[in-house]
């Protein structure tokens, strides 16, 4: 996986606070989520295969389908073809920490409780 994996910016996921300390989601954004997760579950088995977390990915990071589809199955713990809410969540998790992550290491200032659009003081 490259380093440089980037949130596109405006996305859903670029709006979601992740706590620095814990690296978890508030309640809210949890619930707010959820919802997202059963949009992208067409196929209401509340999981997601690898067409609907390709097309997920593709949307909201800079990764190449290779990159994807690794991701896909190394989630995918029990080789079902595809990944429940567990999995996504803590991938979302993943990709945000990693945000913040490029973000401190770029220099970039950011506020205290790690939210993209509260301005550091």
Known sequence: MSATMKLKQGSFLW??????????????????????FHLLDVHHNNTLNDVLFYHF???VTSWKRTQ???VFNMLDWNAMGEIGFDQFYMLVCI??????SNK??????????????????
């Open 104 to 121: 401190s290491g770029s220099g970039a200032e950011e506020a205290e409780c790690g939210c993209r659009h509260h301005p550091a003081k």
């Open 95 to 100: 990709l945000l920490a990693q945000q913040a």
């Open 15 to 36: 709006y979601l606070y992740l706590d620095k300390l814990y690296c978890l989601l508030s309640v809210r954004n949890v619930k707010a989520l959820l919802e997202y």
């Open 57 to 59: 990915l593709h949307h």
């Open 68 to 70: 994807i589809m690794t």
